[in-house]
């Protein structure tokens, strides 16, 4: 009786607020607030924000020199997709271009323009939508083997890390995709700055495992041992656990940005004359019937196997295995896909994708949450509405050694994904699958080849019923043929 409440305007009070917290928005939802919290320290969520800009700027700036690809509303777009997926999945997921496409718009002759890629972007969309729509992606993600998935995840990863090595060694020239000559050693693009960027990643994060668990439950122990030897190894042990994660907390990936700004400026100070304000104006782009046509024919029948197994499949796949607990499902991921492009490509921003690399680079640089990529998404939202298009010239003179040290770490932490194959005929499959990827350049190729000979795998250790049962009918007979006098 005591915990009803006795006064009339009580019950109207509580029934209110009851009705106002069912009517309460979404972006106030305690799910999507624990999806902004932090998991780690601030500095280690914003080195985690730049882990995929290796694969972004590169391609951005190419698409921008060569296609005359809007840079503004890419930046502006792009921004608003990071903090929306940031939000809605709570964990660094990526958002980066759509690279076939790319790699067709800017190799391929005539080059692809703004208007056909737009329609590449939302071809690919609009089977992604479907395919997400209506269950297809969940089939696909539950029953295609992991072997298979393995495979492309290391292709791609291992493709990444070679294209990180040629930055690093090689003068790029990203208009014609062509490496130049060897890079110099000294300079502020030389091979020297390069490799000391190596070296201070790995030195602040070591192989990317998480440090502190390799000395977990030390400080349970009990220092009033009486052996001597043991305090001292626990002493000693907890001392390394300090250093490791205190280098752990160091944004490596962060400072090896900044520092990377901090050259632009000194190899080129005219730059900052040359930057104009205001972002660019938005429109409506004009897209023609043989503009859907040469986009599609040309760069979304390449682009749509590789945004299934990659941007959606091996993304699901990799955040079971970073984040256990906030697994993501093969439908959101694929609508988000869709979505995002039929909201921007309409307008000249850039096709964009998830990118099961991007996400590698992300938690290689420690970021653990969704508030990694809102920061990154704050971060380009400034730079689009205060620079706009001529922030191009700061990113031409991005020194590309630095790019290459941020892309060969994403790559190789998407590799080392497929390090849980068990057996001999899983990983048989995952290296013939990665290697016909890496060679004919297409992941969908490579996964024909995997699924073919997983299938093959099966079909040779099947026990076939209808043999099962002849030999029984045989033996039936026989036992008859017996039993009769």
Request: glycine residues 8%.
């Amino acid at each position: 009786m005591e915990d009803r409440p006795s006064d009339p305007h009580r019950r109207r009070a509580s029934s209110s607020s009851s009705s106002a917290a069912d009517a309460t928005p979404l972006l106030l939802d305690g799910r999507w607030r624990r999806h902004l919290r932090l998991k780690t320290a601030l500095s280690s969520e914003l080195s985690g924000a730049v882990g995929d800009l290796g694969t972004y700027i590169p391609i951005v700036l190419t698409l921008t020199l060569v296609s005359h690809l809007d840079l503004s509303t890419t930046l502006i777009f792009t921004a608003l997709y990071n903090v929306a997926t940031g939000v809605l999945f709570g964990i660094p997921m990526p958002v980066q271009p759509m690279k076939s496409i790319a790699a067709v718009a800017v190799s391929e002759s005539p080059h692809l323009s703004p208007s056909q890629i737009a329609a590449a972007g939302l071809s690919t969309a609009a089977v992604l939508l479907v395919l997400g729509a209506t269950g297809l992606m969940s089939f696909f993600y539950r029953y295609i083997p992991l072997p298979v998935v393995r495979g492309v995840q290391l292709s791609q990863g291992l493709a990444f890390a070679f294209s990180a090595i040629k930055y690093i060694r090689y003068d790029q020239d990203f208009v014609t995709s062509k490496s130049g000559p060897a890079r110099p050693w000294l300079g502020l693009d030389g091979l020297v700055l390069a490799i000391a960027a190596v070296l201070f990643v790995v030195l602040c994060t070591g192989s990317g495992d998480d440090d502190s668990t390799d000395v977990r439950g030390l400080d349970c122990m009990d220092e009033s041992d009486d052996d001597e030897v043991d305090v001292e190894l626990w002493r000693s042990k907890r001392n390394i656990d300090r250093r490791l994660r205190m280098l752990s907390a160091i944004p490596s990936a962060l400072l090896v940005f900044l520092f990377g700004m901090v050259l632009c400026v000194i190899r080129d100070p005219s730059i900052f004359t040359s930057l104009k304000f205001g972002p660019s104006k938005l429109h409506v782009l004009r897209i023609t019937w043989d503009d859907w046509k040469s986009g599609f024919l040309r760069a979304a029948i390449p682009q749509i196997p590789l945004s299934i197994l990659n941007s959606v499949i091996a993304v699901c796949k990799l955040s079971a295995d970073l984040f256990p607990d906030r697994e993501l499902s093969a439908t959101s991921v694929s609508i988000s896909v869709g979505i995002m492009n039929f909201v921007g490509c309409w307008f000249g921003a850039m096709p964009v994708c998830h990118g099961a690399g991007g996400l590698a680079g992300q938690y290689r640089f420690v970021g653990r949450s969704g508030a990694s990529v809102v920061f990154l998404g704050i971060g380009k939202l400034v730079l689009g509405l205060l620079f706009g298009n001529s922030f191009v010239r700061i990113l031409n003179q991005f020194p590309i050694g630095i790019l290459g040290v941020l892309l060969l770490f994403a790559g190789i932490e998407l590799a080392m994904a497929s390090r849980d194959m068990n057996t001999k005929e899983e990983s048989f499959v995952m290296l013939v699958c990665a290697a016909v990827s890496l060679t004919g350049s297409s992941a969908a190729l490579g996964f024909g080849c995997g699924i073919l000979l997983f299938l093959l795998l099966k079909l040779r250790r099947m026990e076939f019923s209808s043999l099962r049962f002849q030999r029984s009918a045989a033996k039936d007979s026989g036992n008859e043929t017996q039993v009769v006098p």
